[in-house]
């Protein structure tokens, strides 16, 4: 059985840093990219990074040059290190895998308010 499960979330000012971590179960982690996507309050969940199996990495350009994207294969986990932090941030993070279906784990708050 798929398992998805975030952490790392909290309370951070503008311009701070806070590191995301993901931890996968259930399928061979080594096998797929893995996806962050965001959702603000009221609106849609959108996609914020991807990181490939053969670790490349791709970015929303409202996080490009900001975020980075990680995987650890040997430990099932992905990351998502994010720099300079902006209100317009403040969002639940989820992490994706696409295995036959759409899996997500239960998201990780993240708020960036002074």
């Known amino acids: 059985q798929v398992r998805l499960v975030e952490s790392g979330g909290g309370l951070v000012q503008p311009g701070g840093s806070l590191r995301l971590s993901c931890a996968a179960s259930g399928f061979i982690f080594s096998n797929y990219a893995m996806r962050w996507y965001h959702q603000a309050p009221g609106k849609q969940r959108e996609w914020v990074a991807v990181?490939?199996?053969?670790?490349?990495?791709n970015y929303a350009d409202s996080v490009q040059g900001r975020f980075t994207a990680s995987r650890d294969n040997a430990k099932n986990t992905v990351y998502l290190q994010m720099n300079s932090l902006k209100p317009e941030d403040t969002a639940v993070y989820y992490c994706?895998?696409?295995?036959?279906?759409?899996?997500w784990g239960q998201g990780t708050q993240v708020s960036v308010s002074s």
């Open positions: 994706n895998v696409f295995v036959r279906m759409d899996y």
């Open positions: 990181v490939s199996v053969a670790e490349r990495t």
